[in-house]
């Protein structure tokens, strides 16, 4: 028998094996399973592994040295404080999967807000209008962008590096040297500022949950109508209940009141507020994050960016359309980052000229701490998620410990080179080859 034989006869046993596990609905399904994924990661998959753990870590060494961390105020700042971060680092996925880099990014979603604000305070315009073109300005960026990486063949590093430098330029012209312009708009600043009733981040959870579910099981559906083996059932459930016990968590805390307490004067309280429930930029990560995570894992288009990020010349070979999917990416990735310019202006409440100079590079920073592979075609936009979570943590905890930004820095770099350093070697375990001179 023949070497393609054997090995074909083996994945027959493997996956009639698995069949009979799920089907069977025991609990080895769920201990093959585990195994799966922990011979995955001692291959070198790793995913957000340690990502996470680096976030459970930081957050038990903060809360030890910091009485502030684990409250409720602190919580919810932390929510709206990674919300520019997470949306800047799932924008940078699309590319960074196809083994490219946006360098513009984050001065993308800084132009696209000085225009905006620029229209609806000096021109005029309605807010709607004025927000419909930043994001048309948004998408001919990208358009730009993909069109001299993917069509003229120009490394994306030097194109976008180019427009890094053109667009702060665009900036000044816009603004004005040294100008700045307040957001005026409640229902731009409502984003990052506002929240929902108490009730509106339980049945935000419910919907979380119910989403999920559906997926899952319509996943399974369609896997079992194709003959592809399911994982077991008991899997979907445990997923869906550690999101209920996390989101419940968080809903829990966050719809705590974390306003000031009123003073006692002459026996009376005096002054004091009312500040819970969940910040409304929340749900619209959520959303973002879920349809985003739709597209790349459960269509084509995903599909084809996982494979071309790969390999792109087997992606070619077997027909894909390289130069589209290229294109398109940087079009998505530009598209996403006017909204973390949007989160970022609602969080700080004013656009100047040197909007999105400095998000960029801790947005990649959040996709490669997150488990986004820089060789491209491994990683999750929750990677990046997770990421933006742990550099946010990071530079929360530090701020309420008083030390001095360059710690900061220091710190994020360390963290950045071990994650790079982590994503290479898991490579090579993984089989993966790294050109060295």
Known sequence: MSTTQERGDLTGDLATTSVDLIGSGQEGGI??????????????????????????????????????????????????QAATLVMLGMALV????????????????????????????????????????????????????????????????VVTLGLFLGLQGLELIVIG?????????????????????????????????LVSG?????????????????????LVWAKLAVFAVLGGLAVFLLNRNRGQAPTILNGQEVGGNIVEGVPIVVPFVLVILWVGT?????????????AIGGNPEAARRSGI???????????????????AGLFSIS??????AAAGRDLVLSGVAAAVVG????????????????????????????????????VNYLVTGGVLVLAATVDAVSRVRAGGTILRT
Not at 33 to 40: K, P
Not at 62 to 77: D, G, H, I, K
Not at 215 to 230: E, L, W
Not at 294 to 306: A, E, Q
């Open 321 to 339: 359309k390289v130069v589209t999917i290229r294109w398109t990416a940087f079009i998505v990735c530009s598209f996403l980052a006017v909204f």
């Open 371 to 406: 488990g986004v592979s820089l060789f491209g075609g491994r990683g999750r936009l929750i990677h990046a998620a997770i990421g933006a979570l742990v550099i946010a943590v990071i530079t929360n905890g530090l701020g309420l410990l008083n030390l001095p930004a360059g």
């Open 31 to 80: 201990l093959d399973q585990v195994g799966a994924w922990w011979q995955r990661v001692r291959a070198g998959d790793m995913g957000a592994l340690p990502a996470v753990g680096g976030f459970v870590v930081l957050s038990v060494l903060f809360s030890l040295l910091s009485p502030f961390f684990f409250t409720e105020r602190n919580f919810a700042n932390l929510m709206t």
């Open 294 to 306: 739709f597209v790349l894992d459960r269509t084509k288009y995903g599909r084809y960016i996982y």
């Open 214 to 234: 559906v997926t899952s099981f319509v996943d399974r559906r369609r896997r079992s109508a194709a003959g592809v083996p399911n994982r077991t059932i008991a």
């Open 94 to 157: 699309f590319v960074i999967l196809l083994g490219e880099i946006d360098l513009s990014a984050g001065v993308t979603a800084g132009v696209t807000m000085c225009i905006f604000i620029v229209l609806v305070n000096v021109q005029g315009v309605n807010w709607i209008v004025a927000l419909a073109v930043a994001f048309l300005i948004g998408i001919a960026i990208g358009t730009f962008i993909g069109f001299f990486v993917a069509r003229v063949g120009i490394p994306s590093f």
């Open 177 to 209: 040297s040294g100008g700045l312009y307040r957001v005026q708009i409640p229902e731009i600043l409502a984003i990052q500022n506002s929240n929902l009733p108490t009730w509106g981040g339980w049945v935000m959870l419910v919907v979380v949950l």
């Open 347 to 352: 969080k700080v409440g004013s656009v100047d």
